[in-house]
């Protein structure tokens, strides 16, 4: 059973940067596509970034672009997302996410596992 655990969330100011970790476990042998989700309060999911283990393709919403970067120390079952010149609308509970299978986009109902979400907070 692959099991997910976020940490490295806080508040920050506005430009300010964090970085998130994911503590992974569990997985089978293959390819898994990682990734990052988050929600802001009253708002929808949305996928943050994307990353194949292994190969190491990436895939950024149009928002973090340039700012963020998802990476993944395979050895130590860890994936990152360094989060750079944030802003307030990146305040949101951030989700890793997993399924063994390739990335194929940002539809949250694709991932079958989750973590428990860390949430990042960005005063202006």
């Known amino acids: 059973q692959v099991h997910l655990v976020e940490s490295g969330g806080g508040s920050v100011q506005a430009g300010g940067s964090l970085r998130l970790s994911c503590a992974a476990s569990?997985?089978?042998?293959?390819?898994?596509?990682l990734g990052w989700f988050r929600q802001a309060p009253g708002k929808e999911r949305e996928g943050v970034a994307l990353i194949t283990t292994g190969g190491g393709t990436t895939v950024y919403a149009d928002s973090v672009k340039g700012r963020f970067v998802i990476s993944q120390d395979a050895a130590k079952n860890t994936m990152y997302l360094q989060m750079g010149s944030l802003k307030p609308e990146d305040t949101a509970r951030y989700y890793c996410?997993?399924?063994?299978?390739?990335?194929?986009?940002?539809?949250?109902?694709?991932?079958?596992?989750w973590g428990q979400g860390t949430q990042v907070t960005v005063s202006s």
């Open positions: 996410v997993a399924r063994r299978s390739l990335c194929i986009g940002f539809q949250y109902g694709y991932y079958n596992y």
């Open positions: 569990g997985f089978a042998d293959g390819s898994y596509c």
